[in-house]
């Protein structure tokens, strides 16, 4: 079970659905090894400019976060498995998912159920 309260979310790779989360922690890693700001990299992959070592990095610190011990291979096997295409999806949902104002999202939900 996922808590979106600690920033846990379900993130489906193929015929998997694995727990993530990306701290602020996991966040600096990421920029850390990258060498690029996350949000800067959010936008890169939402317009499909990702390299796969850079969707391995960022799958691996959201599933490690999550309690899963995959390595980079696992990783890699995975997105193979799923194709580039899908694995880019998802890592996009997550970081979007991360990123976002969860105040901000429960009022836009708020206001869409006032309107039904």
Do not use: F
Request: aromatic share 0%.
């Amino acid at each position: 079970m996922t808590n979106p309260l600690r920033g846990e979310v379900k993130v489906e790779l193929g015929s998997e659905t694995y727990k993530a989360r990306l701290n602020i922690d996991a966040l600096v890693r990421i920029e850390t090894e990258l060498d690029q700001g996350i949000l800067m990299l959010a936008s890169r992959i939402s317009r499909a400019d990702v390299r796969i070592s850079e969707l391995i990095v960022i799958l691996k610190s959201a599933l490690r976060g999550g309690g899963n011990d995959l390595t980079d291979k696992d990783i890699g096997r995975i997105i193979t498995d799923i194709g580039i295409v899908k694995a880019s999806t998802e890592v996009a949902k997550l970081l979007a998912t991360t990123l976002s104002d969860p105040e901000e999202k429960e009022e836009r939900e708020g206001k869409l159920e006032e309107v039904n």
